[in-house]
Nanobody, 124 residues
Framework: QVQLVESGGGLVQAGGSLRLSCAASGRTFSSNTMGWFRQAPGKEREFVAAISWSTYYADSVKGRFTISTDNAENTVYLQMDSLKPEDTAVYYC????????????????????WGQGTQVTVSS
């Protein structure tokens, strides 16, 4: 069993930065895929970024967001720069106990474990 706990959300002005953290307990990252998804009110949950053998980003965040892991701390991060109001959403961390690649990382149905979410609000 894996437990994921996100932190780091908050309110920031457009153009600002936030760093989200997701602490995992129960398993290590050595052979996993970790992803970040987000869900805005009235919208479906959408893929943001994932890391496995390599990193993979949604087009909407490419060049602005960076996903990374600290295997010693069992933590995955999402550094978000140049934030825009349209980035406002609840951000969720997800884990799959299997390395995935490419488009497989984009689908939320391919992940087994989810955190509770952290709110990110970007004001204009």
């Amino acid at each position: 069993q894996v437990q994921l706990v996100e932190s780091g959300g908050g309110l920031v002005q457009a153009g600002g930065s936030l760093r989200l953290s997701c602490a995992a307990s129960g398993r290590t990252f050595s052979s996993n895929t970790m992803g970040w998804f987000r869900q805005a009110p009235g919208k479906e949950r959408e893929f943001v970024a994932a890391i496995s053998w390599s990193t993979y980003y949604a087009d909407s965040v490419k060049g602005r967001f960076t996903i990374s892991t600290d295997n010693a701390e069992n933590t995955v991060y999402l550094q978000m720069d140049s934030l825009k109001p349209e980035d406002t959403a609840v951000y969720y961390c997800a884990a799959r106990m299997l390395r995935m690649s490419g488009g497989l990382m984009r689908s939320p149905t391919n992940y087994d474990y989810w955190g509770q979410g952290t709110q990110v609000t970007v004001s204009s």
